[in-house]
């Protein structure tokens, strides 16, 4: 056997390697095919032996010649041999050339499965990773479904490198292998917060890719994801983070106004350009989602404005190039603030990179007004010229071409310049664009009617000249605009000065060189010409001239009667042998020419794409109705999709079998949800970009009334360039006519409506030079004139605008949540009822509100059922198993779920409603944090405490009808579509509507919580105090309690770097006391500073949080501890030390939790509280302003409030109870308190105390 | 999700390709040619990105590219990912060859294919990121080759290849 071995290895040295392959491939450059065929006969050879460490030799360079392009399939075998070896050197050659060439259609990866396995069990942690690496590029259904179980063992390895590894793997998995999904998943939500940042980041990956693909179902991870933000600072997994919530935030508009402030903040203080990007895009993603909304986002956009222009003017092209992509999207929702940028864009033009000149001319598209819209045109005329025989110059003409005639030429004042432009544009040579100029001008002259004199004499002047445009005809596309000009001059032949000249031109025989259908048409319209010709020369009495027309046809005409193209000879010989009779009655003096005319009588009108929906249903007309008896209905329902009615009728269709389909209809919804949560691709309905630029209103298809102010008369061949100074001109003109006007008038008339921009250029300001109003000329009579249909009506930020109004309504009717103007924790102005009572509520009116609520709700349900109809109708046959069980199951998970997913689509208002005051950010430190904490906390708690009432059922789910639904079809992944029968499917149902039932009533509640009713705004309050400051250096820090762990708090502090001079190597450090202990990381010493994870660039601040441990939370304490630093600036580096105190007070231990009014009264029944009381005088301040600073300041919620009393809630993080009933009258405030620790209750009394002394 | 890696030269050869979707040997050829036709033709100092569909995948896919001296990275991404971390990415790779082959240059990647792959596997795995730390993705590929080097036999005698 040795000897083998030995012989084996001595034979291998005569083999070829894969080196020496490499160099007998370059020696061989001339027969390359040749020479690889003769090593893939010697690779045969070395396959066959036993040695397996030849056979890796042929393996590896089988992975070579693989790369060059040769099919390799036929090894496979041989590399399964070779990837089961024990020696890992062969092993991993196996496992690449698997990945290399293995893929489904591989059947002997069917042998691999349990090699495979014996490999992630290997004791040696490479072997493991190979075998991972190799199994990501092949995993098949089979593969995954057979390994999921071990690789799921893995991702709890010891080794964070298998870890990270086990976790990327587990997305190849849950591709091929979908019910996998449901069991890994909370243990791939555990590894989010992996200590390794390897794994941590892995997981971010794996969630961001399964969560781009199907947001909806992982909305509920939003406020871990932000905690991640908020803490990590491996950019890599920011920006994946911020990718998702990119991705999120359309769903759930709350979430954007949560995130703009962290997301901010990261703008202003990373230095990474990637970063930076990914935080503006989603910022701007973020303003998309709340511009229906929300007007005061302008400090957001101006930022990210600035910051992308910082990236435009930069000399590196690729953050030029991403910059104006990214600006493109804020160009959509917000043009204004992007068009104050017009020169940057401008300046793109002249780039040598082509792809950057594409992008600016998709933003300058967005960028024009009527105001810059010839300034624009004029520049990229110029860039016409400069771009000679390129392509761009092409996408340069159809973009001047899009950017005037955008929504049906709104921003044109000037149609004879713009006709001008489309004559020189004309000029070009060589353009593939000739039919769109053509469609222009044609669209122009006959929609604009005031300018078809001038459009027919620069047509006539065109035709003029065909010759200059048809050089060579064949490749030019341009010749197309005579098609334009001739039927122009034709058919508004009467504004033309000398048709005679033009019917001679149009019968030229160059022209006979033109392409037939442009032929065709100049023959038609010779004969138009002729006939008002004719009508001229007989008005005139000039019986030769009308004679010598006629002669003149029947010369000419008989060149294109011998035309090959059909049309052209049709036409021809036809108008010939009129021209024929006509001259034969011209000779015995008959006046013809009114009956030429006839032939050519009747105007043509431009009908406007949607008149035929604009014409009013007659009464009486029911158009849902059956013009026949439908269908029979004993059918199988299977077949009726095909239907078409049913489809488009549905509430006809189902009014029909009511019973039935009611139920059927909910069994399906849920069978259909369940195959999209089955389908990790399961793409839900985009959400596009708003459409902006939509199909053309109605309102300003042109109809014209010439300013007589223009000169009308423009010899010969345009120039738009004069235009553009008559423009100018007439401007300022205008201006001064008006400006004579105002001081007449009385300024108050103008005032808001112009605020925005009130200077004297203002859009409004322009009058166009030919008003533009159609909608009489192209609609039919008494057309109705909404324009609803304007609107897309699946258009997300719609739908959304209506969630929001049904929310407030409600509640009451002001317009604007609270959310969006206070700094604080939410008020719960209303009482809070838990939801299980909240159905038989005793209180009248808030009864019939939910009421009037739910039936909204209801109707929108309707509505949606419609829509999702048709295709549950083909979903049907799908039926599932398991069903039940999963759902009994899955329940407490559920409940939890949504309850985080409450918590983060509600969340506190406290950051949000800063958000838009970009200001306070930038002046102050960060906002608390609180928020992150805040909405994973106090979930649970509540469960627990209202456990007594409310059945896990009847949690409050989200507030929004169709979120919880989804939320919940992604729990039950594991069924797919298998038969079951319909009993279970019932049964199955019945309870799911149940769940629903209550789920949106609590749904209602939560959304409630957010509502407040305060009429003044806060000031803005911040938890941060200073712990301690010197030249280099200021700190503060917020101290928060930590749910998880009831014997733990977070400390955040701020590091703001106050010198010139950089910052690095600060460790942070606290004497511990016996009650409270600094968290070190495993190994350290209990003196061991902390280092802080970050370094301070001059004038950055940043921050850091510490974990402390705590055992007694129910006196305040304070530690002592101490910043060391290295200051370096560009001479020296000193070593610094600052010392500071950390106060722990009381409410630190608090956390912020709601509590339901009933479980409130329970509690202080029970007894086991014991009351203590304060009163503070002088409290100079609204009411709800004192309960908003109780509120932010010591992690209160309020429970109920009545006028001037409120009860109010917390919890500590070890689960002590505190109440409070704040009463107040005449600036004296008392409060009484219940707590089951009455040292700690004291505590908090006098620190309440505090705070109110302090203002 | 990365599509696939394409590091090529000047000319368009292969020098290691990784496709992280299947496809047969010929479309790979023709997307490697394809791709290559793309890049080459723009000039150095214009933006590294190029959108448009190509073969690989629409477009929706996005190329990612670095020139350096004779060989073109290329990177094929979707949307999920940042274009300027891929192009971090990118650079983190030939720094890593780089320290890897001691002053990288295009024959090392020519006759030490397995290796850069066994480099690339320790960066992007399976279409995904796997560690972008430089030190780290060093010391894995250094403990590969430790663990090769304790395996090496008698007839694996040390060749110097170039």
Known sequence: ?1255 | MIKAILIFNNHGKPRLSKFYEHYTEDTEQQIIRETFHLVSKRDENICNFLEGGLLIGGSENKLIYRHYATLYFVFCVDSSESELGILDLIQVFVETLDKCFENVCELDLIFHMDKVHNILAEMVMGGMVLETNMSEIITQAEAHNKMEKSETFIFQCPRQDR
């Not at chain 1, 209506?802 to 102005?829: M, Y």
Request: net charge neutral.
């Open chain 1, 1 to 1255: 056997m040795a000897l083998k071995i030995v012989k084996g290895s001595i034979d291998r040295m005569f083999d070829k390697n894969l080196q020496d392959l490499v160099r007998g491939i370059r020696n061989h450059k001339e027969d390359e095919a040749k020479y690889i065929s003769t090593c893939i006969d010697e690779i045969k050879q070395e396959l066959k032996q036993d040695n397996i460490a030849v056979k890796a030799n042929a393996v590896c360079k089988l992975t070579y010649l693989q790369m060059l392009g040769y099919d390799v399939s036929w090894a496979a075998f041989n590399i399964v041999e070779v990837m089961s070896s024990s020696k890992f050197t062969y092993k991993r050659i196996g496992y690449l050339a698997a990945s290399q060439c293995f893929h489904e259609g591989t059947d002997v990866i069917m042998l691999t499965t349990n090699q495979i396995r014996k490999d992630l069990s290997s004791p040696n942690q490479y072997d493991t990773g190979v075998a991972l690496t190799g199994l990501s590029c092949f995993v098949t259904p089979d593969l995954a479904r057979d390994l999921a179980n071990d690789i799921m063992t893995l991702m709890s390895h010891t080794k964070p490198y298998i870890r990270k590894k086990a976790v990327l793997i587990m997305y190849k998995v849950f591709l091929k292998y979908p019910e996998s999904l449901r069991p890994a998943f909370p243990r791939l939500k555990e590894k989010l917060e992996d200590p390794d940042p390897g794994v941590q980041s892995a997981a971010v990956n794996v969630i961001c890719e399964l969560a781009r693909r199907n947001p909806k179902n992982y909305l509920s991870l939003a406020p871990l994801f932000f905690k991640l933000m908020t803490s990590s600072t491996n950019n890599w997994v920011l920006i994946k983070i911020i990718k998702l919530f990119g991705a999120l935030t359309p769903l759930e508009p709350r979430l954007g106004k949560k995130l703009i402030e962290p997301l901010t903040n990261l703008i202003h203080s990373t230095s990474a350009m990637s970063l930076l990007y990914e935080c503006v895009n989603t910022v701007i993603a973020v303003l998309i989602s709340l511009s229906s909304g929300m007007p005061n986002h302008s400090a957001s956009i101006q930022l990210c404005v600035q910051k992308l222009r910082i990236l435009i003017e930069d000399s590196d092209q690729n953050l030029k190039y991403l910059g104006l992509l990214a600006m493109s999207k804020i160009l959509k929702t917000h043009p204004k603030s992007v068009q104050s940028h017009k020169d940057l864009i401008l300046q793109c033009l002249d780039d040598k990179d082509e792809s950057i000149r594409l992008r600016a001319l998709d933003l300058l598209y967005g960028m024009v007004s009527k105001k810059n819209l010839m300034e624009i045109v004029k520049k990229l005329m110029l860039h016409v010229d400069k771009a000679e025989g390129t392509t761009y110059r092409d996408e340069l003409l159809t973009k001047i071409i899009d950017i005037c005639s955008q929504s049906n030429y709104q921003y044109i004042t000037n149609f004879e310049w713009y006709i001008s432009i489309l004559v020189e544009l004309t000029r070009l040579e060589g353009t593939r664009h000739g039919h769109l100029i053509a469609s222009q001008m044609l669209d122009v002259a006959i929609r604009v009617k005031a300018i078809r004199g001038f459009a027919v004499a620069q047509m006539a002047t065109l035709l003029d000249n065909a010759h200059l445009l048809t050089g060579n005809t064949q490749r030019n596309g341009i010749c197309e605009v005579l098609y334009a000009a001739a039927w122009i001059c034709g058919e508004f032949s009467e504004h033309l000065e000398d048709p005679m000249q033009t019917l001679e031109a149009m019968l030229r025989p160059k022209v006979a060189t033109l392409p037939g259908h442009i032929q065709a048409v100049y023959v038609q319209n010779a004969a138009k010409l002729f006939a008002t010709v004719l009508q001229k020369h007989e008005g005139e009495t000039d019986s030769q001239a009308a004679q010598e027309t006629s002669q003149l046809l029947i010369d000419r005409l008989p060149l294109f009667v011998q035309s090959a193209n059909l049309e052209v000879q049709e036409r021809a010989s036809c108008i010939l042998q009129l021209v024929k009779y006509i001259q034969k009655l011209q000779q015995k003096n008959v006046e013809v020419a009114e009956e030429v005319t006839a032939l050519f009588a009747g105007e043509l009108n431009p009908v406007a794409p949607k008149a035929q929906k604009k014409v009013p249903i007659p009464e009486g007309l029911d158009l849902d109705a059956w013009i026949n008896e439908p269908p029979s209905e004993s059918e199988s329902e299977d077949e009726k999709p095909k239907v078409v009615f049913a489809k488009e009728e549905p509430k006809h269709y189902r009014s029909r079998h009511t019973e039935v389909d009611e139920k059927e209809l909910a069994r399906r919804r849920e069978v259909r949800k369940q195959e999209q949560a089955n389908n990790p691709f399961y793409i839900k309905a985009s959400p596009s970009s708003q459409k902006v630029y939509d199909a053309p209103g109605v309102e300003h298809i042109p109809v014209v009334q010439i300013d007589l102010s223009v000169p009308l008369k423009v010899p010969g061949m345009p120039m738009s360039d004069q235009y553009l100074k008559l423009e100018e001109e007439r401007r300022q003109k205008e201006k001064a006519e008006r400006k004579k006007k105002e001081k007449k008038k009385k300024r108050e008339k103008r005032g808001k409506g112009r605020k925005a921009d009130s200077g004297p250029e203002s859009e409004e300001d322009i009058t166009p030079a030919h008003q533009v109003d159609i909608v009489t000329e192209e609609m039919p009579e008494n057309a109705l004139p909404s324009d609803d249909d304007d609107k897309d009506p699946n258009d997300p930020h719609k739908a959304l605008d209506i969630d929001l109004d049904n929310l407030l309504s409600g509640f009451s009717s002001r317009p604007l949540a609270d959310s969006e103007k206070l700094p604080v924790r939410t008020h719960r102005p209303e009482v809070l009822k838990s939801p299980a009572e909240d159905r038989d509520s005793k209180s009248v009116p808030q009864e019939t509100k939910k009421k009037s609520s739910k039936e909204k709700k209801e109707k929108k349900k309707d509505k949606e059922k419609d829509r999702k109809r048709s295709k549950e109708e083909k979903k049907k046959k799908k039926k599932h198993k398991e069903v039940e069980e999963e759902l009994l199951e899955s329940q407490p998970e559920e409940a939890v779920q949504s309850e985080e997913t409450k918590e983060a689509a509600a969340p506190p208002t406290s950051t949000s409603a800063e958000a838009s005051d970009l200001d306070f950010w930038l002046s102050s430190a960060p906002v608390p944090p609180a928020a992150a904490q805040e909405v994973t906390a106090p979930s649970s708690a509540a469960a627990v405490d209202t456990s007594s009432a409310a059945a896990p059922e009847s949690e409050p789910d989200e507030p929004k009808d169709t979120e919880p639904e989804d939320t919940k079809s992604s729990k039950h992944k594991k069924k797919k579509q298998k038969k079951e029968k319909e009993e279970k499917e019932k049964k199955k149902k019945k309870r799911h509507h149940h769940h629903h039932h209550h789920g949106d009533a609590g749904g209602e509640d939560s959304v409630q919580n957010g509502t407040v009713e305060e009429e003044e705004p806060l000031p803005p309050m911040s938890n941060y105090s200073l712990l301690a400051e010197n030249s280099y250096i200021k700190m503060v820090y917020d101290i928060q309690g930590n749910h998880q762990d009831e014997s733990k708090v977070v400390v955040s502090v701020i590091f703001e770097n106050k010198s010139d001079s950089f910052l690095k190597s600060m460790e942070f450090n606290v004497l511990d006391s016996l009650n409270s202990k600094l968290q070190r990381p495993e190994g350290a010493g209990p003196h061991d500073g902390l280092t802080v994870p970050f370094q301070l660039p001059p004038g950055v601040s940043n921050e850091a949080r510490f974990v402390f441990s705590v055992q007694s939370i129910v006196m305040p304490q304070k530690l002592k501890g101490t910043l060391t630093f290295i200051v370096k600036s560009d001479e020296s580096s000193t070593h610094e030390k600052l010392d500071f105190k950390l106060h722990f007070t009381c409410t630190s231990y608090l956390i912020t939790t709601p509590c339901y009014s009933d479980a409130y009264a329970k509690l202080l029944e029970s007894g086991d509280l014991k009351g203590s009381s304060l009163r503070l005088e002088g409290i100079n301040m609204p009411f709800h302003h004192l309960l908003a600073r109780i509120c932010f300041h010591h992690h209160f919620s309020v429970v109920e409030r009545i006028d001037s009393c409120a009860s109010m809630y917390s919890r500590s993080i070890q689960g002590h109870h505190v109440c409070l009933l704040v009463k107040t009258s005449d600036q004296t405030v008392s409060i009484d308190a219940k707590c089951d620790e009455p040292s700690l209750l004291g505590n908090v009394l006098d620190e309440i105390k505090q705070t109110f002394s302090k203002c």
